[in-house]
C-alpha cells in the first residue's frame, strides 16, 4: 500500500518562504511522477506543480510560476515544494500526490494516492 506523508506546512506572514516535503513508501517511488495540489476553503482542489520520474519535466500552475519549485530526490522516496513569496491566495490545505504515470500531468485524475495534506496558512 502506498502512503504519502506531507510535512512543513505552517503559518507564515506575506513575502515568506516554506518548503513541503512528501515522504512516499509502498512501490517503487522513481518509477512515478509526483505531484503537489492544494485546496483553499470553499474552493475546490487544484493543481500546483508536478515533476516527472526523473525531475527532466516539470510543471507550474500560472498562479505559482516563478515562486514555487518542485524537486525529488529519488534517493530519499521524497519530493519536495519550495515555496517563495508567500500570499495570502496561497492560503489551503496542500496536498501530494503520485500518478501512476511517469511523465508527469496537471489533473488530479492520473493521481492514483494522495497524502492527507499540509496546511499552509499566509498572514497579510
Same mark, same amino acid.
Given at each position: ?6 510535512? +512543513? ?5 506575506? @513575502? ?6 512528501? /515522504?512516499? *513508501?509502498?512501490?517503487?517511488? #522513481?518509477?512515478?511522477?509526483? +505531484? ?5 476553503? @470553499? ?6 506543480? /508536478?515533476? *516527472?520520474?526523473?525531475?527532466? #519535466? ?67
Amino acid at each position: 500500500q502506498v502512503q504519502l506523508v506531507e510535512s +512543513g506546512g505552517g503559518l507564515v506572514q506575506t @513575502g515568506d518562504s516554506l518548503r513541503l516535503s512528501c /515522504a512516499a *513508501s509502498g512501490r517503487t517511488f #522513481s518509477r512515478y511522477a509526483m +505531484g503537489w495540489f492544494r485546496q483553499a476553503p @470553499g474552493k475546490e482542489r487544484e493543481f500546483v506543480a /508536478a515533476i *516527472s520520474w526523473n525531475s527532466v #519535466s516539470t510543471f507550474y500552475a500560472d498562479s505559482v510560476k516563478g515562486r514555487f519549485t518542485i524537486s525529488r530526490d529519488n534517493a530519499k522516496n521524497t519530493v519536495y515544494l519550495q515555496m517563495n513569496n508567500l500570499k495570502p491566495a496561497d492560503t489551503a490545505v496542500y496536498y501530494c500526490a503520485q500518478s501512476y504515470t511517469s511523465g508527469g500531468a496537471t489533473t488530479p485524475s492520473v493521481y492514483d494516492y494522495w497524502g492527507q495534506g499540509t496546511q499552509v496558512t499566509v498572514s497579510s
